[in-house]
Structures are given as C-alpha cells and as structure tokens.
C-alpha cells in the first residue's frame, strides 16, 4: 500500500500519550499524522516532544486541530448551540486557547491548524453570522502570526452558505479541511457536489464515511470507508481533475476496531490514487 499522501488524525486512534499514539501509528503503517494539539496544552506530562518523536520514528505532522472549550456533541441541538466559537461564556477562555495552540504549532514549524467554527448562518443578517465572522477572525489572526493557514471542516452548514462565509470573510488564509462524511452526518448536502462548490478552497481532506438518518433531527451514523454513502471513486476523481495535491486524512470517530478500519480505509484510498 503506497502511503506517500495518507495521514490518520491521531484522535482516531484514542491515545492517552505520545506512546500509545506512537503504537497505534506502527500498527496503521501510514507515515502521515494530524496531531490533535489541545491535549498538548492540557496535559503537557503525557505529550512533552511528542513532535520530535514522531519525527525520530519517520511520520510527518501534517497539520493539528484546534478544539474549542465547551462544545457538546450530544445531539444536533447542544452541538448546534456550544460548536466552534458560538459560546459566549467561553469565547475568552478559546482565544486563550487558540494562542496556546498556536504557541505549539510555532515551535514545531507546524503550518495548517484546523477546527469546526460552528453553524454558520443562511442569513448574513442574523446576528450570529457576524459573530463568527468577527471572532473566526480574531483566531486566525492568532494562527496567522504564528505562521499557520486555518482550515474549517465542513458539515455545520451547506457548501453553499460555507463558500458565501468564506467570501465574507475575504481571506487567503483560510481554506477548508473538506468531511464529505459530515455533510452526510448533519444532513447539509450531498458530498460529491458539495466538494465540486467548494475545491477552490480545498487545502486538506478528511477520509470519513456514513450513512443519512431517516429521521430529520437527529445524527446519521458513521461507518466504516466503503460501506457508507460517499461515491469514493467520484470523490478521488473530483480531486484529481481539479489538481489537489493535498493529504488524504482517514478520520474514524465511531466503531470499536478502529485500527482495522483505518487500515482499510487506508487501503480503499491507496487504490484509487
């Protein structure tokens, strides 16, 4: 399997330290990583030069994520109300964060740091459409002084009202981490034509998979890559003719043989490059 382009968000592999991480990593066998960096900040102890290990043993950090405080995935509803930066209550406490991360992402010369803004309005109007605006410019700000691009995953909203926020928001250096599997999972839109609105923008893709509820309100569920409803083929190919040359990074949030499905994963995509 040629894992030249093939990371795995190292939160997939639910690691408590930087040897559980290191372990997971050799059992997967890609040499590409996107390292979750607020546990770094969190608990110093458990990663202290996780980034220097990683190197020593031959994988590649190609990017970190940024988890803001105070966001519930319990259902569509809490997820909706705390995602991204929406919480006024913690908003200080996340720009204090994003400085810590950002502070890490420096030091190790780490240059793409992702993260979910939040749902982004329809309506340029509504209040919280400037909000986001205004405090997603404050923490790229933050990355952009420490040299990094800020991506956003998508899924919170449809590609449509993303592409209208990005154009609001007038950045060069902000792009998308594109989840086709999120788009299925928040009922935001299909994923092919979703990509197709917004490859401009495309600067890194997560490597998730899922199946549509069949009740309006609630989760569609995660499965494993190839047994979902992403069309894979259709997804490499919209890539490939419009040039990316970015990573394919498997995300695998859900399941109990997580190893194995990355691994397969991994191999589906390996296949289609």
């Known amino acids: 399997m040629d894992t030249t ?3 795995v968000c190292s939160w997939s592999l639910q690691p408590k330290d930087k040897g559980e991480l290191l372990a997971a990593m050799k059992k997967i066998g890609f040499g590409k990583v996107q390292l979750a960096l607020s546990p770094l900040v969190e608990e110093k102890a458990a990663w202290e030069s996780v980034f220097g290990e990683l ?7 190609v990017s970190g994520m940024y988890s803001p405080l105070g966001e519930d995935y319990s259902t569509l509803e809490t997820i909706k109300m705390t995602g991204g930066l929406a919480m006024d209550e913690v908003w200080e406490a ?11 992402a420096n030091k190790n010369d780490l240059k793409v740091i992702t993260f ?12 919280m459409f400037r909000k986001l605006c205004d405090r997603i410019v404050t923490v790229a700000d933050i990355f952009k002084d420490a040299g990094c691009e800020t991506l956003f995953e998508t899924g919170q909203e449809t590609a449509d009202d993303l592409m209208a926020f990005l154009k609001v928001l007038g950045r060069e250096d902000v792009g998308i981490n594109f989840d086709p599997a999120n788009m299925i999972l928040y009922g935001k839109g299909d994923p092919i034509e979703s990509l197709r609105k917004l490859i401009s923008k495309v ?6 998979d899922a199946t549509a509820t069949k009740e309006p309100g ?8 190839g047994a979902g409803e992403v069309d894979w083929n259709v997804f490499v190919k919209v890539l490939k003719d419009h040039g990316y040359d ?5 995300e695998r949030e859900a399941g109990d043989q997580r190893i194995a499905d990355i691994k397969t994963a991994g191999e589906l995509i390996a296949d289609l490059l």
């Open 218 to 225: 609630t989760w569609g569920a995660e499965v494993c890559v």
């Open 116 to 127: 979910h803004a939040g749902f982004i309005p329809h309506d340029s109007s509504d209040p």
């Open 203 to 208: 600067c890194q893709v997560h490597i998730k």
């Open 55 to 61: 190197k020593g043993e031959g994988y590649e950090v």
């Open 5 to 7: 382009t093939l990371g």
């Open 246 to 250: 970015g990573h394919y990074v498997v």
């Open 94 to 104: 996340n720009q204090e964060m994003a400085k810590a991360v950002a502070e890490v």
